[in-house]
Every structure is written in structure tokens, then in C-alpha cells.
């Protein structure tokens, strides 16, 4: 299998937080230039910008916020731990499985993987899975920790090289200073300096 950076330098993977198939790592840069770390971020900063991401599943549903409160007190921690900890050649990567209300108001879980790093003064979100079903629904998929294939493991995280397929619309705040890295990537978000005030 070709190598996306996914797991490729068994040295430079921290786990800085885990539970069953969950979790927020450093893992070596998956692409180039080296990024701008380490860095100091606080906790309620990266949780006011990930607040800014919303989802809907088409055109015609309101969109609602991508990350629960609980998502952001555990990905707010970890990730201000992560990019302190950090250096020019590692990525935060993450997966959780995140419950949100599906038809009938009853909440299901869905599976959210993301890559970050700092570059340029701009935090930077790669999506992987978006909104794909979590276990309960038997989504689990091909749950091999070494299968760097987004296609087959729902737990990898976003990829600078290739996109992923997304199972959700993604929008942002208006003015939030939230928009994408480019026209074919609706997968990348970049948070300008004013996102992360």
C-alpha cells in the first residue's frame, strides 16, 4: 500500500489521549513544507474555532454544529497539549465518535477523524471521516491501526495528498475568518489568526 503519512515513522507517533478506537496523536508531517511548531494555543481558543464548523447531510437540512461540548473539552485539552508538545515534522491527528440526533430525534454516533497543523499563522483542518457511522451501525469498516486507506478505516485521519469522499456538507460561521484551503478541497479548513481569538 502506498504510504500517505498515516502511521509512517512509528518514532514520531505520541498518543496523547485514547479510548477504544478513539484518539489524538502527534504522527509524522503527512506532506510538506515543515510546519510552525511548536506552538502555544489555548484550549478555549481551539475550541472557539472548531465552534465555528458546522454540518448538515444535504442542502436542504440546518446545518448544526459539527463538535459537541463534549468533543471540544477533549479535543480542546489534547490538542493545546499536542501542538505545545509538537514539532515542525508532526500532525495532530484525531478520531472520535461524536452523537448527534438522527431521524426521530434519536442520537446515533458518528465517526469525525481530522488532521491539524500550524503553517503560516493559519491553523490548518484536514477531514478524514465526516459524520460516517460509528459502531453501533456496524461502520466500523476495516478497523486495521496500519491501513492508511480512508476508503476502507474510518479511523484515518485527513490526508494533505489525496481528498476524501465526505458523507456531510460542511459550512462555517459567516465572518469567522473560517474558509477553505481550496475550490477542491472542501475537506480543508483553514482558521485565520482572527478564528482563533
Do not use: C
Request: proline letters at 8%; glycine letters at 8%.
Amino acid at each position: 500500500l502506498p504510504s500517505f503519512g498515516f502511521g509512517s515513522d512509528e518514532d514520531q507517533e505520541v498518543v496523547l489521549w485514547h479510548s477504544h478506537n478513539e484518539f489524538i496523536r502527534l504522527e509524522a508531517r503527512g506532506g510538506s513544507p515543515p510546519n510552525n511548531q511548536p506552538i502555544k494555543l489555548p484550549r478555549e481558543r481551539i475550541k472557539g474555532a472548531l465552534r465555528n464548523i458546522f454540518v448538515r447531510q444535504t442542502l436542504k437540512d440546518d446545518p448544526t454544529p459539527l463538535f459537541s461540548e463534549v468533543d471540544l473539552k477533549v479535543l480542546g485539552r489534547y490538542l493545546e497539549e499536542g501542538f505545545e508538545k509538537a514539532s515542525p515534522d508532526q500532525d495532530l491527528t484525531f478520531a472520535i465518535e461524536s452523537w448527534h440526533k438522527g431521524f426521530f430525534g434519536l442520537k446515533t454516533n458518528k465517526i469525525i477523524t481530522g488532521r491539524l497543523f500550524y503553517l503560516n499563522k493559519q491553523l490548518n483542518l484536514i477531514f478524514g471521516s465526516l459524520m460516517r457511522d460509528g459502531p453501533m451501525h456496524e461502520g466500523y469498516g476495516e478497523l486495521s491501526a496500519r491501513n492508511p486507506d480512508p476508503r476502507i478505516n474510518p479511523y484515518v485521519p485527513g490526508l494533505r495528498a489525496i481528498r476524501v469522499k465526505m458523507d456531510a456538507i460542511i459550512s462555517t460561521a459567516p465572518n469567522s475568518g473560517v474558509f477553505r484551503a481550496a475550490t477542491n478541497r472542501p475537506d480543508w479548513l483553514v482558521f485565520l489568526p482572527k478564528a482563533l481569538e
